[in-house]
């Protein structure tokens, strides 16, 4: 069953009455058309193609197009499938046509328009401020989290993401943090897939191609180049300055020359063999290096007494010959 146009004014015209205390009239397009009223339902002209107003205190509210059935609410020239306008300047339009919705923020005056486009032909493609979305959600600008968080799986899942914080697992952080649940990496696409970095659920980091840190929190492959490098150490015990203390033993030269010839390499001193299956701890073997340095001053002095005691008899010795 059809209804008239006239009868669809009617009943709409009869929810107004309704609604507010003022005059309302509903009525066709007539020459005795009460257009001016303050409050009225009707068409804009005689003609029968003429748009359908609706009028509250003196103001136009709403208008349906007559020949183009578009609707305005705040406008008389809607110019969309519907217009919202805030006395023409400001507002929203929404616009449906082969397979999307655009529905459109403007400013006229600053001539600002924003398009919201919902693609239904594309799989539900949804663009803010861009006309033609390439995937799920297609911003063309920048997007604020206000200090939230950007979960990447679906459900409840809230253990892979992106955020901002001011503290994380008790840490001060003012900054991002970027988290997985069995860790996560950073990589580069050109040429292929490559990893940079990569961490794993205990907080160990990895750069380069290996399986695991060991107890180390940080693996490098390939070495690392820095202009400058310090070490903290937590205690002074393992520091080379036990080698003055007046009980140190030092070894006297013939259990040196012993240890060596044996060994092929000095007291406290890793092997080579040793260092390419372990590899060395740079601020221990800085201090074992440190420690033979002194053990050699100490050598030195020795000798220097040695030495000394040697002239004073060979002094004793010419003295005698005259």
Not at 226 to 237: G, Q, Y
Not at 274 to 293: F, N, P, R
Not at 296 to 318: C, G, M, T
Request: charged residues 20%; neutral net charge; contains cysteine.
């Amino acid at each position: 069953m059809k209804l008239s146009l006239h009868a669809v004014a009617l009943a709409t015209g009869a929810l107004f009455c309704f609604s507010f205390s003022a005059y309302a009239q509903v009525t066709t397009a007539s020459p005795t058309n009460d257009y001016s009223s303050s409050a009225y339902v009707g068409s804009s002209s005689t003609s029968p193609l003429k748009d359908i107003l609706f009028k509250t205190n003196g103001t136009e509210r709403i208008r349906v197009g007559g020949t183009s059935g578009y609707l305005g609410i705040g406008t008389t020239l809607p110019n969309r499938k519907l217009v919202i306008s805030n006395s023409g300047a400001e507002g929203m339009e929404m616009h449906p046509w082969s397979g999307y919705t655009q529905i459109i923020s403007y400013n006229r005056s600053t001539s600002t328009y924003i398009p919201l486009v919902l693609q239904d032909a594309n799989g539900g493609y949804v663009g803010i401020g861009i006309n033609t979305p390439k995937d799920k959600l297609d911003v063309g600008g920048n997007i604020r989290l206000n200090n939230n968080t950007l979960y990447l799986r679906a459900g409840t899942d809230n253990n892979h993401g992106l955020a901002y914080t001011n503290t994380f697992a008790g840490k001060a952080v003012d900054g991002p943090v970027c988290f997985g649940w069995n860790g996560g990496v950073l990589a580069t696409k050109n040429g292929g897939d490559k990893i940079a970095l990569r961490w794993d659920s205990n907080g160990k980091v990895i750069i380069g191609n290996v399986s695991t840190p060991g107890n180390y929190m940080l693996y490098v492959e390939k070495g690392i180049l820095t202009e400058k490098l310090k070490i903290a150490s937590s205690t002074t015990s393992y520091w080379a300055d036990y080698v003055f203390a007046l009980d140190y033993q030092l070894r006297s030269i013939e259990e040196l020359e012993t240890f060596v010839k044996e060994n092929k390499h000095l007291p406290n001193v890793p092997s080579a063999k040793e260092v390419a299956a372990d590899g060395i701890d740079i601020a221990k073997m800085d201090a074992t290096l440190l420690e033979k340095i002194e053990e050699l001053s100490l050598y030195v002095i020795q000798l220097k007494k040695e030495n000394a005691e040697l002239v004073k008899r060979l002094d004793k010795i010419e003295n005698r010959s005259f």
